[in-house]
């Protein structure tokens, strides 16, 4: 069955620093999310991604964060400036229609020191 | 605001009994309902969910799930729970075009 992967699986970086998530979706789906969740705590809307273009976005989600889609392949999550409190699971989904099932990576853990 | 609430932290249920996780949603417009499951160190795997038709839906190892639209609920059970069931269970709504919301999560375990 057709994952969607993640990478790298863990992210150590300084605060300050930019880190680069990568994702590479299910070939077909066409809708992108990024999700966080801090400590398995609760999952946190981050950006919904549609037509190469930003569909939706969350209060989290500010000027620190952007999402690109480069080669119709990759689908990545930058944060320019990580402050500690960005440490947290990140996790990308696919889509293939509005209103089915999101298809989960396994995450990558990004941890900010 | 939409939301989706799950009151239960944690769930303990005995192996071989019926387990049952509750979810109560907010959200405008007809609701599209989701439950997902999560393993430790793992991302969220899909188990059912319901758009239309019959309240009671049908899902991936033995789960179903109720939708009450009187009681905005959308109850997560199974008839016999396993040991390998024990997990982290999340309830989840659209709450927006492309924006799907969770709630907090209830953790699942099943002692033998």
């Known amino acids: 069955e057709p994952e969607v992967t993640q990478t790298p699986s863990h992210q150590v970086t300084q605060m300050g620093q930019e880190v680069i998530l990568r994702c590479v979706p299910i070939?077909?789906?066409?809708?992108f999310y990024w999700y966080r969740q801090i400590l398995g705590q609760k999952v946190e809307f981050l950006v919904s991604?549609?037509?190469?273009?930003?569909?939706?976005k969350s209060e989290i989600f500010d000027d620190q964060f952007s999402v690109e889609r480069p080669d119709g392949s990759n689908f990545t999550l930058k944060i320019r400036s990580t402050k500690l409190e960005d440490s947290a699971m990140y996790f990308c989904?696919?889509?293939?229609?509005?209103?089915?099932?999101?298809?989960f990576g396994n995450g990558t853990r990004l941890t900010v020191t | 605001a939409q939301s989706v609430a799950q009151p239960e932290d944690q769930v303990n249920v005995a192996e071989g009994n019926p387990l049952t996780v509750k979810c109560t949603y907010s959200?405008?417009?007809?609701?599209?309902l989701f439950w997902y499951v999560q393993y430790p160190n793992r991302g969220l795997q899909f188990l059912l969910k319901?758009?239309?038709?019959?309240?009671l839906v049908k899902g991936s190892y033995g789960f179903e799930a109720e939708f009450n639209k009187s009681q905005t609920s959308f109850h997560l059970k199974k008839p016999s729970a396993l040991v390998s069931d024990s997990a982290l269970y999340f309830c989840?709504?659209?709450?927006?075009?492309?924006?799907?919301?969770f709630g907090a999560g209830t953790r699942l375990a099943v002692h033998p």
């Open positions: 989840a709504a659209y709450g927006g075009y492309n924006k799907l919301i």
């Open positions: 070939s077909n789906h066409l809708y």
């Open positions: 959200v405008s417009g007809n609701p599209y």
């Open positions: 991604f549609y037509n190469n273009e930003i569909s939706e």
């Open positions: 319901y758009i239309t038709g019959d309240n």
């Open positions: 989904a696919s889509q293939q229609a509005i209103n089915s099932p999101l298809h």
